[in-house]
Nanobody
Framework: QVQLVESGGGLVQAGGSLRLSCAASGRTFSSYRVGWFRQAPGKEREFVGSIHWSGGSTAYTDSVRGRFAISRDSAKNSVYLQMNSLKPEDTAVYYC??????????WGQGTQVTVSS
């Protein structure tokens, strides 16, 4: 079992930055991919990006590529989502998940990100 806890959300003005953290406990991320997702009010949850824990390869959805960056810290068993040039449309609850593309086994509880215009 993997328990995931997100942190770092908050209120920021458009153009600002936030860094979200996803800390794992119970076991290491091992060979999983760790993904970030978001869900805005009235919308379906969408994929934001992911990183392969072992290899470090990353993938992003088009709307955040170039603005968001995912990194990992093996010593802290944590994954980070650095969000720059934030836009009001980035407002959502952000979740991290661990598993594989198309099969996300573990989810965190989410952290709210609000971007004001």
């Amino acid at each position: 079992q993997v328990q995931l806890v997100e942190s770092g959300g908050g209120l920021v003005q458009a153009g600002g930055s936030l860094r979200l953290s996803c800390a794992a406990s119970g076991r290491t991320f091992s060979s999983y991919r760790v993904g970030w997702f978001r869900q805005a009010p009235g919308k379906e949850r969408e994929f934001v990006g992911s990183i392969h824990w072992s290899g470090g390869s990353t993938a992003y959805t088009d709307s955040v590529r170039g603005r968001f960056a995912i990194s990992r810290d093996s010593a802290k068993n944590s994954v980070y989502l650095q969000m720059n040039s934030l836009k009001p449309e980035d407002t959502a609850v952000y979740y991290c998940a661990a598993g594989a593309t198309g099969a996300w086994y573990y989810w965190g509880q989410g952290t709210q990100v609000t971007v004001s215009s």
